[in-house]
Every structure is written in structure tokens, then in C-alpha cells.
């Protein structure tokens, strides 16, 4: 592997920080981590997440939850008998 940036090494997270650093359950962070929602890696049988990866699941929460503000949700419209 080659890296060019070595001033700062790289930061891998169990299971139980990014539970920590989400606030959620460990369960919660295993089932993000197993789904693919949050890019990891499987070490012997430990997932490891790259703080980077953390960052990115995060960013992108914020840009989802924004967008959907964004559009008008507008309820289901039903037209009522009048007779």
C-alpha cells in the first residue's frame, strides 16, 4: 500500500466507537456497517471502519436530509362523495 501522507497514521474504529461517535446502539452501527452503509473492513472476524469512511456516511446524512427539506411533500388527495 502506498501512502503518501505518513505524518498522520491511519485511524481505524470498532464497532463499539462508531456507536459511541453516532450515538446509537452497538447493534445500530453493526447493521450499518454489515449493510454497506457505512464503507468498513473485516479484520479476522472485527469489523474496522476508517475514520474517513465515518465522515463520509455522516456528510452524506446531512446532504440526504437537506434535500428531501427541499422538496415539497405534499399530502395524498382524496376527493370525498358529496352525495
Known sequence: MDRTDTSKPLTLLTVREVADLLRVHQRTAYRLI????????????????????????????WKDSASEKTKKIEPDQFKLPLD
Open 34 to 61: 454489515t449493510g454497506g452503509s457505512i464503507a468498513a473492513i473485516k479484520i479476522g472476524s472485527q469489523w474496522r471502519v476508517h475514520e474517513s469512511a465515518l465522515m463520509e456516511f455522516i456528510e452524506s446524512g
